[in-house]
């Protein structure tokens, strides 16, 4: 799980199918919303419910989606975001009833923690010429090399006997290339199982380094122009390369963005070493139970906590305690692939990179403020005026301002249609989704909501039902009797992209 920590909070207008607003587990809040036993809920924010019954007309709409629990959830979650922007807007079109203090926190802190690495990290990063032309020598930075390959498969069954034969093979091959003079070319369009190149000799084009993985890069980037490499193994078989071309630009022509760098590296090298430190002076004890917990919040970000649950502890350090409503917020501001990584997650992982990760940071901050690196009250209320005036136009790009009921149609009303009527168009495909990422974190953290993943899973029986097609079926799993139904967390992206008409 490298790479945790994944920014939400940036607006971008995408296709549907790159927001799968996902939710897992989430409970149902008794009473929160007044539903029939027939129309239970997929989602509720605030007063408003979106049930069963609306979400099948919503998706009945779009025959070309997959019936799945994947995709419910991903609907009732953006009804929610949207909805709840709906309701602030309808309540204030200034966005002033909004509670943006949470967001501009983590602005703050965010300054706050850029501010400490530039005062107190240190680097050296003096470089000598000489010393600068030794490491372009040994990392022949800039290099792209024009390379073939030959793919043999692993078996599926995973037969030792058929994998010797397999190496035989590969073996064989390669003595036939290097010692026989037969065709590289010929022989990948005759035995390689990568039909992407097979037909065209095995060409994978220009390769840079990064581009491919580890068990490849190091043998491409050590051959020279004809080259034939031993047999590599990687996840997906059993290859033979050859660089039919290595591009190598001159140490004068990177000098100056290779000494870049290296003075990047050096540097963050110094930071990495510097926050190690910090955090093992801080000698982290996770509570008992504490990855179980995680996962609970991540699974269920929009949970109510009572004051003495939020302040429970999951982690203590020396200087403080990191506990459960600060894990909330950092669920609330992730993005939902990232959630779902951390309810799949090991312990271990749980632990050492996720609330590591969130101790650091608390740390980080702490140490700041004793070296005095604070930020304005000017400068928050600036950031506060930003992220409102944000959200305005958001709401406003999505259509979600200045609703106004018609004569007899009550404000919640009004709301509830306009919302419903920009999910059709979306489904239709004649509408782009505009992602809310911060307002997101920012109003479900204010306003109560939730996606019910029960509800989500009798969606997909009466889903089914409408289409006159049997469950578990082409269109999707059949769920279980409690509804709960075979979760399959992230949906491919093209699974609704397809769907919407692409983008």
């Known amino acids: 799980m490298g790479g945790y920590v994944k920014d939400s909070n940036t607006t971008r207008r995408s296709t549907l199918s790159t927001l799968p607003r996902l939710a897992i587990g989430l409970?149902?809040?008794?009473g929160a919303c007044q539903t029939s036993n027939d129309d239970p809920l997929v989602a509720q924010a605030e007063n408003y419910a979106f049930t069963v019954s609306e979400a099948v007309s919503l998706l009945a709409a779009a025959p070309d989606l997959p019936n799945e629990s994947r995709v419910v959830t991903a609907l009732g979650e953006l009804w929610v975001d949207y909805v709840l922007l709906a309701e602030a807007s309808r309540r204030d079109s200034t966005m002033a009833e909004v509670d943006v203090e949470p967001l501009v926190r983590q602005q703050v802190e965010r300054r706050q923690i850029l501010a400490l690495r530039d005062s107190v990290v240190q680097a050296d990063t003096a470089i000598a010429e000489d010393e600068l032309r030794t490491l372009y020598e040994e990392e022949a930075p800039g290099v792209v090399v024009h390379a073939r390959h030959i793919l043999l498969a692993y078996p599926e069954s995973g037969d030792p006997a058929q994998l010797d034969s397999l190496r035989a093979l590969a073996a064989d091959l390669r003595e036939r290339i290097v010692s026989g003079g037969a065709s590289f070319e010929e022989l990948a369009g005759e035995y390689s199982q990568d039909p992407g190149t097979a037909a065209n000799g095995g060409d994978l084009g220009q390769i840079q380094r990064g581009q491919s993985m580890p068990q490849l890069e190091t043998a491409l980037f050590s051959l020279e122009p004809g080259g034939v490499s031993e047999v590599v193994e990687s996840p997906y078989g059993l290859h033979l390369l050859r660089v039919d071309e290595r591009i190598e630009p001159s140490f004068e022509d990177v000098r100056a963005s290779f000494r870049f760098d290296v003075q990047q590296r050096r540097f963050q090298q110094a930071e990495s070493l510097y926050v190690a430190r910090l955090v093992d002076q801080a000698a982290l004890e996770p509570v008992e139970n504490a990855a179980a917990l995680t996962r609970q919040m991540a699974a269920q970000p929009g949970t109510r906590l009572s004051g003495r649950a939020a302040r429970?502890?999951?982690v203590r350090y020396g200087g403080g305690t990191l506990t459960i409503q600060d894990v909330v917020d950092h669920m609330l501001a992730s993005?939902?692939?990232?959630?779902i990584e951390v309810v799949q997650a090991p312990d271990d992982v749980v632990e050492n990179q996720v609330l590591r990760s969130l101790v650091q940071r608390e740390l980080l901050v702490l140490e700041a403020e004793d070296h005095g690196l604070t930020v304005p009250q000017e400068v928050q209320d600036s950031l506060a005026r930003v992220a409102r005036a944000n959200f305005v136009?958001?709401?406003s790009s999505i259509g979600l301002v200045g609703i106004r009921p018609?004569?007899?149609q009550s404000p919640r009303a009004a709301v509830e249609a306009r919302v419903e009527a920009i999910l059709r168009e979306m489904l239709s495909g004649n509408r782009d989704v505009i992602p809310v990422g911060a307002v997101s974190f920012t109003l479900r953290k204010q306003f109560q909501s939730q996606v019910v993943e029960s509800g989500a899973g009798r969606a997909v029986v009466a889903l089914a039902r409408a289409r006159g097609v049997p469950l578990g079926g082409p269109l999707g799993p059949a769920?279980?009797?409690?509804?709960?139904?075979t979760m399959v967390p992230v949906p491919p992206a093209e699974v609704l992209q397809d769907a919407?008409?692409?983008g």
């Open 27 to 30: 409970a149902f809040i008794a």
């Open 312 to 314: 429970r502890p999951v």
């Open 335 to 339: 993005v939902p692939e990232y959630r």
């Open 393 to 395: 136009q958001i709401a």
């Open 406 to 408: 018609r004569e007899g």
């Open 479 to 485: 769920p279980q009797p409690d509804g709960t139904g």
């Open 500 to 502: 919407s008409g692409g």
